[in-house]
Protein backbone atom coordinates (compact mmCIF):
# COMPACT_ATOMS: atom_id res chain seq x y z
CA UNK A 1 0.00 0.00 0.00
CA UNK A 2 1.08 3.43 -0.94
CA UNK A 3 0.94 6.46 1.69
CA UNK A 4 1.65 10.03 1.71
CA UNK A 5 1.35 11.96 5.09
CA UNK A 6 1.36 15.43 5.53
CA UNK A 7 -1.06 16.53 2.80
CA UNK A 8 -3.23 20.02 2.81
CA UNK A 9 -6.36 18.76 3.92
CA UNK A 10 -9.50 20.27 1.02
CA UNK A 11 -11.57 21.20 4.26
CA UNK A 12 -9.31 22.97 7.38
CA UNK A 13 -6.16 23.24 4.89
CA UNK A 14 -4.43 21.66 7.32
CA UNK A 15 -1.19 19.60 6.26
CA UNK A 16 -2.37 16.21 8.08
CA UNK A 17 -4.15 14.77 5.51
CA UNK A 18 -2.85 11.19 4.93
CA UNK A 19 -3.48 9.52 1.10
CA UNK A 20 -3.63 5.83 0.59
CA UNK A 21 -3.47 3.81 -2.46
CA UNK A 22 -3.83 -0.04 -2.68
CA UNK A 23 -4.37 -2.54 -5.22
CA UNK A 24 -7.10 -5.46 -4.90
CA UNK A 25 -9.24 -8.09 -6.35
CA UNK A 26 -12.21 -7.94 -5.74
CA UNK A 27 -14.72 -10.94 -6.82
CA UNK A 28 -16.61 -10.90 -9.56
CA UNK A 29 -15.07 -7.24 -9.97
CA UNK A 30 -11.60 -7.75 -10.87
CA UNK A 31 -8.63 -5.11 -9.73
CA UNK A 32 -9.41 -2.20 -8.18
CA UNK A 33 -7.31 0.77 -6.64
CA UNK A 34 -8.76 1.76 -3.28
CA UNK A 35 -8.12 5.33 -2.82
CA UNK A 36 -8.35 7.04 0.49
CA UNK A 37 -7.89 10.42 2.23
CA UNK A 38 -7.88 11.18 5.72
CA UNK A 39 -7.27 14.27 8.02
CA UNK A 40 -6.21 13.31 11.51
CA UNK A 41 -6.69 17.54 12.12
CA UNK A 42 -10.39 17.63 11.36
CA UNK A 43 -11.59 14.11 10.10
CA UNK A 44 -12.32 15.19 6.83
CA UNK A 45 -12.98 11.63 5.43
CA UNK A 46 -13.11 10.35 1.52
CA UNK A 47 -12.53 7.00 -0.33
CA UNK A 48 -13.04 5.50 -3.65
CA UNK A 49 -12.45 2.61 -5.77
CA UNK A 50 -10.93 2.60 -9.37
CA UNK A 51 -11.03 -0.14 -11.64
CA UNK A 52 -7.88 -1.15 -13.06
CA UNK A 53 -9.47 -2.92 -16.41
CA UNK A 54 -12.03 -1.80 -18.89
CA UNK A 55 -15.32 -3.59 -18.78
CA UNK A 56 -18.70 -3.76 -20.92
CA UNK A 57 -21.24 -1.28 -20.18
CA UNK A 58 -23.97 -3.21 -18.12
CA UNK A 59 -27.18 -2.55 -15.95
CA UNK A 60 -27.99 -4.63 -12.90
CA UNK A 61 -31.66 -5.62 -12.23
CA UNK A 62 -32.95 -6.92 -9.09
CA UNK A 63 -36.06 -7.74 -7.17
CA UNK A 64 -35.57 -7.15 -2.95
CA UNK A 65 -38.53 -9.31 -2.02
CA UNK A 66 -37.24 -11.34 1.38
CA UNK A 67 -35.04 -10.41 4.24
CA UNK A 68 -31.87 -12.64 2.84
CA UNK A 69 -31.86 -10.32 0.25
CA UNK A 70 -30.62 -7.43 2.23
CA UNK A 71 -27.40 -9.58 2.56
CA UNK A 72 -26.62 -9.30 -1.23
CA UNK A 73 -23.34 -7.96 -1.99
CA UNK A 74 -23.05 -4.43 -4.33
CA UNK A 75 -20.09 -3.32 -5.99
CA UNK A 76 -21.42 0.25 -7.24
CA UNK A 77 -18.43 2.48 -9.17
CA UNK A 78 -18.32 5.87 -8.93
CA UNK A 79 -19.75 6.27 -12.69
CA UNK A 80 -23.19 4.13 -12.01
CA UNK A 81 -26.77 4.91 -11.55
CA UNK A 82 -28.20 3.14 -8.65
CA UNK A 83 -32.33 3.24 -9.11
CA UNK A 84 -35.01 2.23 -6.67
CA UNK A 85 -37.81 3.27 -8.87
CA UNK A 86 -40.51 5.47 -7.31
CA UNK A 87 -38.33 6.19 -4.48
CA UNK A 88 -35.05 7.67 -5.61
CA UNK A 89 -32.15 8.03 -8.39
CA UNK A 90 -28.69 8.94 -7.43
CA UNK A 91 -26.98 9.78 -10.41
CA UNK A 92 -22.77 9.95 -10.69
CA UNK A 93 -21.34 13.06 -10.33
CA UNK A 94 -18.26 15.20 -9.79
CA UNK A 95 -18.70 13.97 -5.64
CA UNK A 96 -19.82 10.20 -6.81
CA UNK A 97 -17.67 7.68 -5.13
CA UNK A 98 -17.59 3.97 -5.21
CA UNK A 99 -18.14 1.58 -2.60
CA UNK A 100 -18.95 -1.96 -1.68
CA UNK A 101 -21.64 -2.81 0.46
CA UNK A 102 -24.75 -4.53 0.45
CA UNK A 103 -28.41 -3.89 -0.11
CA UNK A 104 -29.09 -2.79 3.08
CA UNK A 105 -26.35 -0.95 3.79
CA UNK A 106 -27.74 0.85 0.31
CA UNK A 107 -31.37 1.17 1.36
CA UNK A 108 -29.85 2.68 4.89
CA UNK A 109 -27.82 5.19 2.73
CA UNK A 110 -30.99 6.22 0.73
CA UNK A 111 -32.90 6.38 3.69
CA UNK A 112 -30.37 9.08 5.03
CA UNK A 113 -30.48 10.93 1.46
CA UNK A 114 -34.07 11.50 1.95
CA UNK A 115 -34.17 12.17 5.76
CA UNK A 116 -31.54 15.19 5.33
CA UNK A 117 -33.33 16.41 1.79
CA UNK A 118 -36.70 16.44 4.15
CA UNK A 119 -34.66 18.44 6.83
CA UNK A 120 -34.02 20.89 4.76
CA UNK A 121 -37.25 21.17 2.48
CA UNK A 122 -40.61 24.33 3.63
CA UNK A 123 -43.36 22.40 2.18
CA UNK A 124 -45.39 20.21 4.43
CA UNK A 125 -46.14 17.38 1.06
CA UNK A 126 -42.46 17.44 0.74
CA UNK A 127 -41.71 16.45 4.22
CA UNK A 128 -44.62 14.11 4.07
CA UNK A 129 -44.05 12.27 0.95
CA UNK A 130 -40.03 11.99 2.48
CA UNK A 131 -41.62 10.15 5.53
CA UNK A 132 -44.34 7.94 3.07
CA UNK A 133 -40.64 6.91 1.21
CA UNK A 134 -39.03 6.07 4.66
CA UNK A 135 -41.75 3.75 5.91
CA UNK A 136 -41.38 2.00 2.52
CA UNK A 137 -38.19 1.49 2.88
CA UNK A 138 -38.42 0.14 6.14
CA UNK A 139 -40.84 -2.07 5.40
CA UNK A 140 -38.54 -3.86 2.91
CA UNK A 141 -36.14 -3.72 5.60
CA UNK A 142 -38.72 -6.13 7.49
CA UNK A 143 -39.14 -7.93 4.69
CA UNK A 144 -42.69 -7.08 4.25
CA UNK A 145 -42.47 -5.37 0.66
CA UNK A 146 -40.58 -5.98 -2.36
CA UNK A 147 -38.89 -3.33 -4.33
CA UNK A 148 -36.66 -3.15 -7.53
CA UNK A 149 -32.96 -1.99 -7.52
CA UNK A 150 -31.30 -1.15 -10.78
CA UNK A 151 -27.81 -0.26 -11.54
CA UNK A 152 -26.54 0.91 -14.85
CA UNK A 153 -22.69 1.48 -15.29
CA UNK A 154 -21.03 2.36 -18.49
CA UNK A 155 -17.84 1.72 -17.56
CA UNK A 156 -19.43 -1.89 -16.27
CA UNK A 157 -17.50 -2.32 -13.14
CA UNK A 158 -20.89 -1.94 -10.89
CA UNK A 159 -22.06 -5.78 -10.25
CA UNK A 160 -24.87 -7.22 -7.73
CA UNK A 161 -23.59 -10.26 -6.55
CA UNK A 162 -26.41 -12.60 -6.67
CA UNK A 163 -27.68 -15.44 -8.83
CA UNK A 164 -30.91 -13.63 -8.90
CA UNK A 165 -29.70 -10.02 -9.88
CA UNK A 166 -29.94 -10.11 -13.78
CA UNK A 167 -27.36 -8.38 -16.00
CA UNK A 168 -27.62 -7.12 -19.29
CA UNK A 169 -26.07 -4.61 -21.53
CA UNK A 170 -26.83 -0.84 -21.39
Same mark, same amino acid.
Given at each position: ??????????????????????????????????????????GYRKSDLEPAE??????????ISSEADLNVKI???????????RVITIEPGPAS??????? +?? $???????????? &???? %?? =????????????????????? +?? $???????????? &???? %?? =??????
Open positions: MAEIKGQPCPMCAKKELTLREDQIDIPHFGRVFVLSAGCEACKKEPCKYTFEVKSGDATVKIPSGYVTNI +EG $LIEKVKNSIQTA &AESE %DE =ATAKKKAKNLIKKLNKVLFGK +EK $LKLIIEDPTGHS &AIIS %DK =AQRSKI
